[in-house]
């Protein structure tokens, strides 16, 4: 629960600084698309910890990943 906690804040702070949570909400990405998607924000400047991409990956991937679809 800390775990995804922090990788929740990470998103809303992070994240939510360039994209809509909305457009996050409707991606519904597995685990490693969702870290390819993280580490092209990194190459675009995103100020990410490799610690801090691992909290957000784990986080997207268990919120907002394939089984989370309606």
């Known amino acids: ?5 922090k990788g929740r804040r990470l998103v ?4 939510t600084s ?3 949570l909305q457009r ?6 597995s685990r490693d698309e969702w870290q390819g998607v993280i580490k092209g924000m990194i190459s675009e400047g995103g ?8 909290l957000i990956v784990d986080y997207l991937a268990a ?4 089984e989370s679809r309606p």
Request: glycine residues 4%.
């Open 47 to 54: 100020p990410v910890t490799d610690e801090e991409m691992s």
């Open 12 to 15: 809303l702070d992070l994240c």
């Open 18 to 20: 360039c994209h809509d």
């Open 1 to 5: 629960p800390v775990a995804a906690d």
């Open 63 to 66: 919120s907002f990943g394939p």
């Open 24 to 29: 996050v909400k409707l991606q519904h990405l």
